[in-house]
C-alpha cells in the first residue's frame, strides 16, 4: 500500500508541474508583446501542447480524488482541522484553474481560426488579451494551489 500511495503521488506532482508549466510557457510565449498578435510558429507548439496539458489536468483529477480518498484525515463534508480547510480550498481553486484554461483554451482557438482566416488585427486583439489575462489568472491560481498543498504537509 505504502509504494501504491507513493506512487500516486508521485503522479500527481508530475502533472502538477506539467500543467503549471504547460501555462507558464503558453503565458510566456505569447505574452512577448499584447499589441501584436503571435506567428504561426509560434500557434502551432502552443497548440501542440494541448493534449499535454489537458492530460495533466485529468491525471491531476484522478490522484487527487485517490490521495484524498486514502487519507486517514479526510472525513467527508468536515472542516475541523488546517488540512481540511486547505483541501477544500484547494479544491475550490482547482475548479477556477479548469474553468480559466478552459476559456483560455477557447480563446487560443477563436484567435488561431480568425488569423487563419486573415481577419483584420484590430477585431482579433480583444480575443488575444482576453486570453492572456485568463492564461496568468490560472497560473497565478496555480501558483495558489501549490502554497496550499505546501501548507498541507
Known amino acids: 500500500m505504502d509504494f501504491l ?4 503521488r508521485s503522479l500527481h506532482l508530475v502533472a502538477v508541474i506539467a500543467w503549471l508549466g504547460g501555462m507558464m510557457y503558453q503565458t510566456a510565449t505569447l505574452r512577448g508583446d499584447e499589441a501584436s498578435l503571435p506567428d504561426a510558429t509560434t500557434r502551432k507548439s502552443i497548440a501542440s501542447a494541448r493534449p499535454l496539458v489537458w492530460m495533466s489536468v485529468w491525471t491531476i483529477l484522478v490522484t487527487g480524488v485517490a490521495l484524498m ?4 484525515r479526510f472525513v467527508f463534508f468536515r472542516y475541523q482541522d488546517v488540512w481540511s480547510v486547505l ?15 478552459y ?45 496550499m498543498a ?3 504537509t
Open 5 to 8: 500511495l507513493w506512487a500516486v
Open 69 to 72: 480518498l486514502f487519507s486517514p
Open 87 to 101: 483541501l477544500g480550498l484547494k479544491q475550490l481553486v482547482f475548479v477556477a484553474m479548469v474553468v480559466c484554461a
Open 103 to 147: 476559456g483560455t483554451a477557447r480563446m487560443f482557438t477563436r484567435v488561431d481560426e480568425f488569423l487563419r482566416q486573415g481577419k483584420d488585427e484590430k477585431d482579433v486583439l480583444p480575443y488575444y488579451r482576453q486570453m492572456l489575462r485568463l492564461g496568468r489568472v490560472t497560473v497565478g491560481l496555480g501558483l495558489v494551489a501549490v502554497l
Open 150 to 152: 505546501a501548507g498541507m
